[in-house]
């Protein structure tokens, strides 16, 4: 552990010698603190059990160089629970989890046209299919190089990545689970203020065993397009997926979303829809997969804070899923506001593995938010989840308490240095 800290302490000295006069360098600092109490929450609590009380940590340190050429972005991180030690020399002990959670460099290539290279956050448009996935502690990055392009009002992005777990001599094996090669485009355009409409192509690849070299891609293509008004705002994604799953078969999946709300003064109600299509035959039966997979996207953000819809072909027995849901913000203040969201949730499709009603039952999330300052913000939830039978034997949770979930978050992003080019100079 001292040695990960004397390279960290290495790597700020040897940024901050970058400074030129035309550059600059900041220095930012996130410390997130979550208290947990589950009592159902990811699955039904059964009848008898005793809730789980948590505290989780993150801590990230963020050192940022900026000139006119080139932009490096490092982030060490650190995600731990409090008391997670695993061993004990003379009375204290820590169990290491110390990982870099952002590694790049972005090259000016023209006056319109960047690339970047690293481990970097990929978060695009709704955060469907590539998002920052921020409710978990560890969130999520990726080793890729991004080329970025604004050919007049257009912003083209174009990723690839090549995952590979150890410097093998040769073969190319990667755990089957997770996807080898991420590879994309996002086309996007904004018209005026208050229309922006976006193209997101995706390839991932997965080998076929842990152990195989052969790599079976899914493709998924579809739109985004939002639209701001002063009262109304709207926004919707339709993404088709096509190509193979992990075994082979072949794919006809479909995600669909739309969201609608209006402003009236500190209050602002919205509704909308998810769906995700799913099988009515398994697919090693049908030879063909209609569950759609939401890759690297939000989970928790759409599918309500209870998490019990993450890993969609083992949560839904490959039903997919839709969810009605209706909310309601009301700002108190420039600090306070509050957020209610009810879901409504049901299988997409029944299919032999599931029960034959597809009704899972209403969820219902509030959320406080207080931002005391600049830097600082202090988020509270409860949530409760009235499932239906089906979801009990979706869940094999025969007998099931009353589950909720409560949590309390304190979030601090202070900036702890900022050192700006000099005025007139480039």
Known sequence: ????????????????????????????????????????????????????????????????????????????????????????????????????????????????????????????????????????????????????????????????????????????PYPASRIKSLNFIWLNRSFGKSLNVSLLHI????????????????????????????????????????????????????????????KAGRITPGLGISYLSGNKQLPSQSGEDHLFDVLYGNRHRYFGFMDYFRAFANDTKQGGLVDYYLWLDYKFSEKLSFRNTLHSFALAQTNPSTPESPELGLENDLIARYRFASWGELECGYCFFVPTDNLRELQSVENANFSQFLYVQLILTPSLFSQQPKPGEK
């Open 203 to 262: 390839s991932s690849g997965v080998t076929r065993s842990d152990t195989s070299n052969l790599l079976n891609f899914r493709h998924t293509t579809g739109v985004f397009a939002e639209y701001k008004g002063e009262i109304a705002r709207a926004w919707g994604n339709v993404y088709y997926q096509y190509g193979k799953n992990q075994k082979g078969n072949q794919l006809n999946a479909l995600l669909l979303d739309a969201d609608l709300s209006f």
């Open 1 to 172: 552990m001292k040695l990960k800290f004397c390279k960290l302490y290495f790597l700020a000295a040897l940024m901050f010698c970058f400074y030129q006069s035309q550059a600059q360098f900041d220095i930012e600092a996130q410390l997130r603190s979550r208290a947990e109490l589950r009592d159902g929450y990811q699955k039904l609590s059964p009848e008898g059990a005793n809730p789980a009380i948590l505290v989780s940590q993150r801590t990230r340190l963020s050192f940022s160089y900026s000139s006119p050429l080139l932009k490096l972005k490092i982030t060490p991180q650190d995600v731990r629970l409090w008391g997670d030690q695993s061993k004990m020399n003379n009375g204290v002990g820590d169990n290491p989890s110390l990982d870099l959670f952002e590694a790049y460099a972005e090259l000016k290539l023209s006056k319109n046209a960047m690339i970047s290279a690293g481990r970097q956050q990929l978060s695009y448009d709704s955060r469907r299919l590539l998002g920052d996935r921020n409710w978990n502690q560890n969130g999520i990055s990726y080793d890729a190089v991004v080329l970025k392009v604004k050919p007049g009002a257009l912003n083209l992005h174009a990723g690839a990545s090549w995952n590979t777990l150890i410097e093998a001599p040769s073969e190319n």
